[in-house]
């Protein structure tokens, strides 16, 4: 039931791009994406809802197939400040709570 | 404005011992969500309000574990005859409303049961 993340980790020099998937088993209502820097609260970037709705920051892009049950995050032009681990959490549809269901992360990490 | 604010941050304590954990959300945000993140893991769900009523505990490890949010506002996570594996990072979120919106966490407080 925990969504799965792919890649694990991933090393970038600054200005490279990434993408981080997110898939799940169950049809979903909302996938919501987070970064988390070592000691501190995840901080919210990007919620995207069951019929194209999306909100979030404007250098985050990302996209969600709701027949796959899939999520991607898109990283274009990564800074040092990117790095961190990122978390995908998914809404599934029976649900509509806001009950998260976090995957396992993704650590990033961007270097000079 | 203020964010999700938690006490205490830390909390050290024998095992055997209850504690309170107290969340206070975002002015105005309805939902209230409850947390647990292991080091290296995701935030699992432990329970959830809408205003003071609570939606699903359906999270919670076992009876030891309860939750409360009587006045719709400020939350307390309370577990009781604590154990070394309740020793974990414990996470509060607030959204406007319940489903679909964006839940904003507060910085945590980090439980040791010795």
């Known amino acids: 039931q925990q969504p799965v993340q792919s890649p694990q980790a991933v090393i970038l020099r600054e200005g490279e791009d990434a993408v981080i998937n997110c898939s799940s088993s169950?049809?979903?209502?909302?996938v919501h994406w987070y970064r988390q820097k070592h000691g501190e609260a995840p901080v919210f970037l990007m919620i995207l809802l069951k019929g194209g709705e999306q909100k979030g920051h404007d250098k985050i892009s990302a996209s969600f197939n709701e027949k796959k049950q899939q999520s991607s995050l898109y990283l274009t032009a990564s800074q040092l400040s990117y790095s961190g681990t990122y978390f995908c959490?998914?809404?599934?549809?029976?649900?509509?709570?806001?009950?998260?269901?976090f995957g396992q992360g993704t650590t990033l990490q961007v270097k000079p | 404005g203020a964010g999700v604010s938690q006490s205490p941050r830390y909390k050290v304590t024998k095992r055997g011992q209850d504690v309170a954990l107290r969340c206070d959300p975002i002015s105005g945000h309805v939902s209230l969500y409850w947390y647990r993140q292991a080091l290296g893991q995701g935030p699992e769900f432990l329970t959830y309000f809408n205003y003071e009523a609570q939606q699903d505990k359906s999270g919670l490890p076992n009876d030891r574990f309860s939750a409360e949010r009587p006045e719709g506002s400020i939350s307390t996570l309370t577990i009781q005859r604590t154990e070394q594996r309740d020793s974990a990072m414990y996470r509060c979120a607030s959204s406007l409303a319940a489903g679909g919106e964006t839940q904003y966490f507060g910085p945590g407080t980090r439980l040791l049961v010795l």
């Open positions: 169950k049809a979903l209502y909302s």
């Open positions: 959490g998914t809404e599934p549809s029976s649900s509509n709570t806001g009950k998260l269901i």
